[in-house]
């Protein structure tokens, strides 16, 4: 089945660092690729989002590049900050799987120090 | 903007008790689902739910589980008998037809002691 597995956590920066946190997929069809964010005590946000190769979705300074050839998905932001500190979420809808419903990864911990 | 609410925000249950999580998803959207999270670990889906019946479950929604869109904004799921493993946090989630994005509640924190 699909299935998506995400880089292990926790990671630790320092404000203003570069950030990478790698996804890679397995899918049977064409599935749209997403990062969701959830921050202390709060659920789960829609951070950005692909729906083909090659798109880029961006969002508040972070982007990820849906790469079919790679079958990748990884988030990156040029300068993190302290706000930032969340779990991140990949995941993966697969158009042929019915109803879609999302397969996430496990998430990965952000912790960014001033 | 709209969003998706549940209630409650956090339920403690004694094993056994039936127990009903409550959502009201965006109102223009179609399709809906719970998801749960137990701590620590990934987000799992549940049920997929889709003019009016399920359209998609997992291997965890199995018959103590149950789904009801009671009237045109609630979606709920019912835990008939809880159990210890069922202690969890629960997310329901909205889209609307057009698009495959979902848009997650703030979710319900589940304890069964």
């Known amino acids: 089945g699909d299935s998506v597995t995400q880089m292990e956590g926790p990671v630790t920066l320092s404000e203003e660092a570069f950030l990478t946190i790698n996804c890679t997929y397995t899918a049977t069809g064409y599935p749209s690729l997403f990062w969701y964010v959830q921050y202390p005590g709060e659920g789960l946000q829609l951070l950005l989002k692909a729906t083909k190769a090659d798109d880029k979705g961006s969002n508040k300074g972070f982007e990820a590049t849906y790469r079919k050839e790679t079958t990748s998905f990884h988030l990156e932001k040029g300068s993190v900050q302290v706000s930032d500190s969340a779990v991140y979420f990949c995941a993966l809808s697969d158009a042929n799987s019915g109803n879609t419903p999302l397969v996430f990864g496990k998430g990965t911990r952000l912790s960014v120090i001033a | 903007e709209p969003e998706v609410t549940q209630t409650p925000s956090h339920q403690v249950t004694q094993m056994g008790q039936e127990v009903i999580l409550r959502c009201v998803p965006i109102s223009n959207h179609l399709y809906f689902y719970w998801y749960r999270q137990i701590l620590g670990q990934k987000v799992e889906f549940l049920v997929s739910f889709y003019n009016n019946e399920i359209s998609e479950k997992s291997e965890i929604f199995d018959d103590q589980f149950s789904v009801e869109r009671p009237d045109g904004s609630n979606f709920t799921l019912k835990i008939r008998s809880t159990k210890l493993e069922d202690s969890a946090m629960y997310f329901c989630?909205?889209?609307?037809?057009?698009?495959?994005?979902?848009?997650f509640g703030p979710g319900t924190r589940l304890t069964v002691l």
């Open positions: 989630a909205s889209r609307v037809g057009t698009s495959d994005t979902q848009y």
